[in-house]
């Protein structure tokens, strides 16, 4: 009786071990592809997540922006006062808080926030309740209004841009 050593030896199942090496490889090749296969759809459900968190994050600073440019239009030709202001606040810590957790247009946020500063920052001096304006204090008054209404137009081009920014963003994913 021979032993499979001296079979093997012989050359009479050599084609069995050859079948046993190529069933190796051939395992070892679909486990490297299903690896593969498996790191790419990993990788598309998290661009496509992150997408729908942009998505949802465009959504807020949209709606806060469109908020601001309604409020820019009202006051528009108007010189205001500290009670006009009063809604700018809210929409400025909203605007500073969605910029804070947005990465693809911060820099478009923190720039209509810097802006919605200095138009809050140019809120016109309340009006003496004699009623009379002296001719100097009317020139005064004129300038801030017209500084004022400068900010307003630097302001609404500014949330223009970051509108225009979210578009094209939107567009691309």
């Known amino acids: ?10 050359g009479g199942y050599t084609g069995s071990a050859l079948v046993g090496v190529v069933c190796g490889v051939a395992a070892a090749l679909i486990a490297a592809l299903t690896l593969r296969h498996h790191r790419q759809a990993f990788a598309w459900i998290k661009r496509m997540r992150r997408s729908d968190e942009d998505g949802h994050d465009f959504d807020d600073a949209t709606t806060y922006l469109r908020r601001l440019v309604e409020k820019l239009c009202e006051d528009a030709h108007k010189p205001c006062r500290a009670a006009d202001f009063e809604p700018l606040h809210g929409l400025r810590h909203l605007l500073e808080d969605t910029a804070q957790g947005t990465e693809p247009i911060r820099p478009e946020l923190q720039t209509v926030v810097a802006r919605l500063d200095r138009y809050l920052a140019t809120v016109l001096a ?4 004699t009623g009379e304006i002296a001719s100097a204090e009317l020139n005064a008054l004129m300038e801030a ?25 939107r567009r691309a994913t």
Do not use: C, D, F, W
Request: net charge positive; aromatic share 2%; charged share 15%.
């Open 126 to 129: 309340p009006i003496p309740a």
């Open 1 to 10: 009786m021979m032993s499979s050593t001296t079979i093997l030896a012989a």
């Open 145 to 169: 209004a017209m500084q004022q209404e400068y900010a307003r137009i630097e302001l609404k081009n500014a949330v223009g841009v970051a509108l225009q920014r979210i578009r094209t963003l």
